[in-house]
């Protein structure tokens, strides 16, 4: 019988719709660019946060002990060898971690796309370009740019590897295929069980698809005895983690929907809460289609077990997390399962639903957002970078040994008890951040520069200085030296934010003034130096071949001008923090204060455990906390008698944020009363 003409089934020519698909799939190209650029742009250049603790797990018998030790409440033994792959090979910064979380990208993003070779070449280039767009967001960065993060994008992809091993068994046409295909999938989710507590899950998703796509009961067995076995040995390692089940369900529940929408939950977490619930009806709908389909499909039962992979990680990061703020759920880290998750649910559309009026409509919208969105990925690239410069910088109080806390802040915000333990074996493998051969080389004087430069007195025990201006000749290092002509400290192009604990509010801001053409940074230089023999300072330029370009004296010591108060743009970026930093039987002192809102008082709980409670504003000035640039410096509270009356006898004291229970710095302490 001859086929019917297109026209008449219903699927006229539409030129602009196969323009269209074209167009997406050269924007999808065009993110995925971005995102490697930005990669190789933006990666930390010295350890941040999470990455101190594991290369300190090198020194605790690393291949027994500091392997298997959990971190947080996660047993990370795959990430954290090629954290250590990094710093046998490298030093630091190191490119195991980079290059795995990249291929991570690609391998997901090529699986996803494998799905649509039986689709029309229309809709395949459609979806495909959406898929890039999603897989390859600079929103996604963190999990690429410091190795510690890197165990997202491995579980994810050991997760869609896994879930695809399996899947391809629906199209197995003989027992050993289906045989060897079990096997690989069963072990891919044990790699996604050792990069993240997620994944642990992926066994359950197995069994799920094991299930659907009629495989014997044999193995649906031995993948069910996976998934048992998996919880178990976790938590033989690990024990149970402290955050989890802390919160009411009805908290689990909103920030599950909140982490479920992405970036969307910075913007508006109530919104966010409304597309997670979409998301989760998309979930059934496709675990029904799968199941309800008596010609099972590959492509459907990896797309339906991505899908859940997703919702289940999402159910147990809000186990940990529900405390906190929904818009926490929009962190980077937890998108790039989101975009999994929607990347897959998009794939999930019937065939030749792009000759219907809502694929039309699809086939309009998906490369008019691409287009909008490629600016927006450039500009978040631009701010992840940004704050690769700020850390950058801010390694430079540990090359001079200058502990300004602020900018210790900036490396590790628990402070130098969780930087000390690692500078050591640092120094040993001559990482060059750390490093410092010129301090107290003495140096003659040079031709002078064109620019202004002030030094201000930094509130350290060891003494010392920031200096900061702008320079209009070209160099690549500025040395700082003191009135003895020796050199006491360094300088690099200075961050485009100065403030040591800026948050990603501020990043945002500056680079909107930038785009603005309001704000030019170009010859802003930014060092530390240590005191030395006092002023005079200088500054002296130098090229990338180690010569004196110019100098120019250093005016000591103004004060440093306050940051600006800026209008909120990132909801969240960082989490309100504090210190308990005394409790005794008459006086409880400490502070709080939240670096978007840095002007509202926090209210803090106090709780003895004799059963006496209080909440406590934290609004008085401490005029360390403004030295600290901790807003205005009224971020203080102190609670005594009769406020809490405290009964003799031994007790412990608890002290919280209000709003989130997220314990402070130093809580809890005990007290004995006699």
């Not at 742009?41 to 594991?54: L, T």
């Not at 003895?608 to 000035?621: H, I, L, P, Q, Y």
Request: proline letters at 7%; charged letters at 15%; hydrophobic letters at 50%.
């Amino acid at each position: 019988m001859t086929a019917p003409h297109p026209a008449l089934a219903g699927d006229r020519p539409r030129p602009w719709l196969d323009r269209a698909a074209a167009v997406t799939l050269a924007l999808g190209w065009a993110f995925v660019l971005v995102f490697i650029y930005y990669s190789f742009r933006a990666k930390f250049s010295i350890p941040y946060v999470d990455d101190w603790s594991w290369l300190v797990s090198l020194q605790d018998h690393a291949w027994t002990t500091g392997l298997w030790s959990p971190h947080n409440e996660h047993v990370i033994v795959i990430p954290r060898l090629l954290v250590w792959l990094d710093f046998w090979i490298w030093g630091w910064p190191g490119y195991a971690t980079l290059i795995a979380a990249i291929l991570s990208h690609a391998a997901m993003a090529a699986i996803l796309i494998s799905t649509c070779r039986d689709r029309t070449r229309k809709e395949a280039r459609l979806l495909s370009g959406a898929v890039l767009v999603l897989m390859f967001l600079t929103y996604e960065l963190q999990g690429v740019v410091f190795p510690s993060s890197v165990n997202f994008p491995l579980v994810a992809v050991f997760a869609t590897l896994s879930i695809a091993s399996l899947a391809r068994c629906a199209d197995a046409r003989s027992q050993p295929a289906t045989t060897r295909w079990v096997l690989i999938s069963a072990a891919l989710s044990v790699m996604a069980m050792l990069c993240l507590t997620n994944g642990l899950f992926v066994p359950f998703v197995l069994v799920g698809l094991s299930i659907a796509i009629g495989l014997p009961r044999s193995t649906t067995a031995a993948l069910l005895g996976l998934a048992v076995l998996g919880p178990i040995v976790r938590f033989a390692l690990g024990g149970m983690p402290g955050t989890v089940l802390t919160a009411s369900s009805g908290a689990v529940a909103r920030f599950a929907m909140a982490m479920l929408a992405g970036p969307l939950a910075s913007l508006s977490p109530q919104l966010s809460v409304v597309v997670g619930v979409l998301y989760v009806g998309g979930a059934f709908w496709g675990a029904y289609r799968l199941f309800q389909s008596p010609v099972k499909s590959s492509s459907r039962a990896l797309l339906v077990g991505n899908i859940w992979f997703v919702l289940m990680s999402a159910g147990m990061a809000a186990m940990g997390r529900a405390q906190f703020d929904l818009s926490v759920g929009a962190e980077s880290r937890y998108t790039e399962l989101a975009a999994l998750g929607w990347a897959s649910l998009l794939l999930l559309v019937p065939k030749g639903t792009i000759r219907k009026p809502v694929g039309v409509f699809a086939g309009a919208l998906l490369p008019a957002c691409a287009l909008l969105g490629l600016p927006l990925q450039v500009f978040i690239g631009q701010v992840w970078a940004a704050k690769a410069d700020h850390l950058d910088v801010a390694s430079l109080v540990l090359t001079v040994g200058l502990r300004d806390p602020n900018w210790i802040w900036r490396i590790h915000p628990g402070g130098e008890s969780y930087i000390d333990p690692v500078l050591p074996q640092l120094r040993a493998r001559g990482i060059g951040f750390v490093d410092f051969p010129e301090r107290g080389v003495q140096l003659p004087p040079g031709s002078s520069c064109t620019g202004t430069m002030h030094a201000i007195e930094t509130p350290t025990p060891q003494g010392g200085v920031k200096v900061h201006g702008h320079v209009q000749e070209a160099g690549t290092t500025l040395r700082i030296v003191d009135g003895e002509s020796r050199v006491a400290g360094l300088g690099k192009p200075a961050p485009i934010v100065q403030l040591p604990r800026a948050t990603a509010n501020d990043l945002v801001w500056a680079e909107l003034d930038i785009w603005r053409g309001r704000l030019d940074t170009t010859g802003d230089w930014l060092g530390f130096a240590a005191w030395g023999s006092g002023p005079p300072y200088r500054a002296e330029l130098m090229d990338g071949e180690g010569r004196v370009v110019c100098q120019l004296p250093i005016d000591c010591c103004t004060p440093a001008p306050r940051p600006p108060v800026r209008g909120e743009i990132v909801v969240r970026g960082s989490m309100p923090e504090g210190f308990l930093d005394s409790a005794d039987c008459s006086t409880i002192t400490g502070w709080a204060w939240d670096p978007i809102r840095q002007m509202e008082a926090l209210d803090v709980a106090i709780s003895v455990s004799n059963g006496d409670r209080t909440m406590v504003k934290a609004s008085e000035f401490r005029p360390d906390l403004e030295m600290r640039l901790l807003g205005d410096g009224r971020h203080g509270f102190v609670v005594g008698a009769p406020v809490l009356p405290i009964a003799p006898g031994t007790w412990r004291v608890d002290a919280t944020i209000a709003a989130t229970g997220v314990p402070l710095h130093g809580s809890p302490k005990t007290i004995t009363c006699p």
